[in-house]
């Protein structure tokens, strides 16, 4: 069974950065592209940012983009969200998912949002405040 641990989440002051943890286990297969995902109190689950094993191309929310970077270790089958400058607005649960047996492009994962995603991990809480 496919099974995702995230971590990293706490504290941030505004300006500063984050590094963000996703370690996939159970994976026998070698395309699979994973997301990470954010949950603000009152709000929707929304996208932040996607990479794909298969060529390590990747997605961003505009509202990320430019301040922010995923990437794939697959060897060790880790992703990790690095997002810069913190805003209080990037408060929220950050959770991360995977797409299995996918070797498409990212924008149809994008398109299908949180209804596309196989397998959940644990969210980890941001919090950004000074």
């Known amino acids: 069974e496919v099974q995702l641990q995230a971590s990293g989440g706490g504290l941030v002051e505004p300006g500063g950065s984050l590094r963000l943890v996703c370690t996939a286990s159970?994976?026998?297969?070698?395309?699979?592209?994973i997301g990470w995902f954010r949950q603000a109190p009152g709000k929707g689950r929304d996208q932040v940012a996607w990479?794909?094993?298969?060529?390590?191309?990747?997605w961003y929310a505009e509202s990320v983009e430019g301040r922010s970077a995923i990437s794939i270790d697959r060897r060790k089958y880790t992703v990790y969200l690095q997002i810069s400058s913190m805003k209080p607005e990037d408060a929220a649960v950050y959770s991360c998912?995977?797409?299995?047996?996918?070797?498409?492009?990212?924008?149809?994962?994008?398109?299908?949002?949180?209804?596309?995603?196989?397998?959940w991990g644990e969210g980890t809480l941001v919090t950004v405040s000074s």
């Open positions: 159970g994976i026998t297969f070698d395309d699979y592209a």
């Open positions: 998912g995977i797409e299995t047996f996918y070797n498409g492009p990212l924008q149809v994962l994008v398109s299908l949002g949180p209804e596309g995603v196989d397998y």
């Open positions: 990479v794909s094993s298969t060529d390590g191309s990747t």
